[in-house]
Every structure is written in C-alpha cells, then in structure tokens.
C-alpha cells in the first residue's frame, strides 16, 4: 500500500469512528446534506448516522436513473449514503453492493444495513483500483467524492468499466481541478486527504474516462460552493458515460 494510500484509510476510519469532528460537524444533519447537493426527499429511510458520515460532494445516485431490479455498484461507498439510496430505488429485487478499502467505514455501513433491515445491499472490504467483483456483472456505477483520492485514476476506470455490464452506466460526482494544481498543494499530504491534492484538471479526468472505453460522457453538473476553504481551485463537477 503506498504512503498515500494509507493515509487516506487513516483519515476516513477518523471520520468513521468520529463522525461528529469531520470538517462539516457542526450542520445541522439535513442542511449538510443539501450542501453536499442531496434533495431532502431522497433521504427518506436513509440511516442517520449514514448521513452522518457523508463525505461526498454530489448527488450521482439522483442522475442514475436507477430501476427496480438492477444492480448497483458504489465505488467508495464510505457510511454507504448512497448505497443506502440505490438500494431504496432498485427495491428488493435489486442490489448494491458498496466498495471501500476503509475497514472502519465498511463496519459502519453494515452496522446501518443490519439495524434497518436493508436486504439488498452489500459492503465489501476492497480497493476500487482492483475490484473484488466479477467481469460484466452491475447495470450501474455510482461513485461520490472517491477517485479524486486515487493516485492511479485511470486504473480505477478501467476497473470500473470490466465490472460493468455492456449497456450499463456511471455516475461519479468528484473533485477536479482548474488547470494545475501547484506543486505546493500536489505535495501536501493533508490536501491530498481532504481531497484537493488528487484533483486532476477537468479535461484530463474526462479524457481518462474516454480511455477506459466509456462513450456518450455528459458533464451533467458543475459546483463551485462545494470545496473546502483553501481549494478554490477545485470544484465538483456530475458526469455521466456509458459502455457501449
Ligand atoms: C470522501 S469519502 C466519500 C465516501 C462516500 N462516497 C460518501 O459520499 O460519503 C472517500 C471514501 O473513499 C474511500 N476510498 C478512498 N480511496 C479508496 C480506494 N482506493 N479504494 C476503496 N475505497 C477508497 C475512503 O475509505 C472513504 O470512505
């Protein structure tokens, strides 16, 4: 594992055992979840304590146009707030299956999967650079304010694009940057954490997912309110593409 690597799985099990001193602590738990771009409605019997822990910068799973029945990756799923909203729109006949390297985090979204009886949902241990999940085997990817802290992002869409079916679609929310970052913030291992560090121009992230195979992309959001004080250089953009 490298350095980097493992301080990023240092941070999010911080912030899975301590959810009350993440950055975004002190919101009241339905504002924090609009600032993070969620609709209100969409939270209905989503665990507490999911919302909690939400450490994204969008809302992919609105976009996904998920239907009863499908199957759902999440890359990254954290506490699992969008897994857990997945999991409500594909029903009982669908399922999620959520991946994080974060032990801390994978035991708190099983925790909220057992105590609110959701059955068709999954949280496996992994790393999103080499997925614990078979070829052409998801309708959907969804991922929330993850690959930013990949230090081999290409290799994630790779990944994602062998384990989704053909036909099948992603949805990512994540942190770009505006042209290059200095090498003042590339270096500094708390910006990469918090993820600044790990943003890649706009063009260069969307050009990574064109070499992974993905067609039809579509910018369909851009944020700029998202980002943490300090990283105005950063903001979130929604994009959507298909395997084809
Ligand atoms: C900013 S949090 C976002 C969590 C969740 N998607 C959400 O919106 O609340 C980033 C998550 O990605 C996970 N993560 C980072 N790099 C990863 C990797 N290479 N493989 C699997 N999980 C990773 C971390 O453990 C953490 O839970």
Redesign the pocket.
Same mark, same amino acid.
């Given at each position: 594992m490298t350095r980097i690597?493992e301080l #990023?799985?240092n941070r999010?099990a911080q912030v899975a055992g301590n959810p009350c001193c993440s950055p975004e602590a002190t919101f009241k738990l339905d504002l924090r979840a609009e600032a993070i771009g969620y609709f209100r409605e969409e939270l209905k019997g989503v665990p507490e304590s999911a919302i909690e %822990?939400? =450490?994204?910068c969008g809302d992919p799973t609105a976009s996904a146009e998920l239907k009863e029945g499908e199957s759902v990756l999440?890359?990254? =799923? $954290? $506490?699992g /707030?969008?897994a857990f909203i997945a999991a409500r729109k594909v029903r009982e006949k669908g399922r999620v299956i959520g991946?994080? @390297?974060?032990p801390e @985090?994978v035991k708190r979204a099983r925790i909220n999967a057992e105590k609110m009886g959701f059955r068709n949902i999954e949280f496996m241990l992994?790393? /999103?650079?080499d997925l614990p999940i078979e070829d052409e085997s998801v309708d959907v990817i969804i =991922?929330?304010? #993850?690959i930013n %802290? =990949?230090q081999d992002k290409s290799r #994630?869409f790779e990944e994602a694009y062998r384990v989704l079916k053909h036909g099948g679609r992603i949805v990512i929310s994540d942190i770009v940057s505006r042209g290059e970052l200095p090498t003042s913030i590339r270096e500094d291992v708390k910006a990469w954490v918090e993820?600044v560090a790990g943003a890649l121009p706009a063009e260069e992230y969307l050009k990574m997912i064109r070499d992974a195979g993905f067609t039809d992309l579509e910018v369909l959001s851009e944020n700029t309110a998202c980002c943490w004080p300090g990283a105005s250089d950063t903001y979130s953009v929604k994009v959507r593409a298909r395997k084809t």
């Open positions: 690597k #990023v799985r999010y %822990l939400a =450490s994204g999440d890359l990254g =799923s $954290g $506490g /707030i969008d991946v994080d @390297m974060t @985090m992994g790393d /999103i650079e =991922s929330n304010c #993850v %802290l =990949s #994630v993820c």
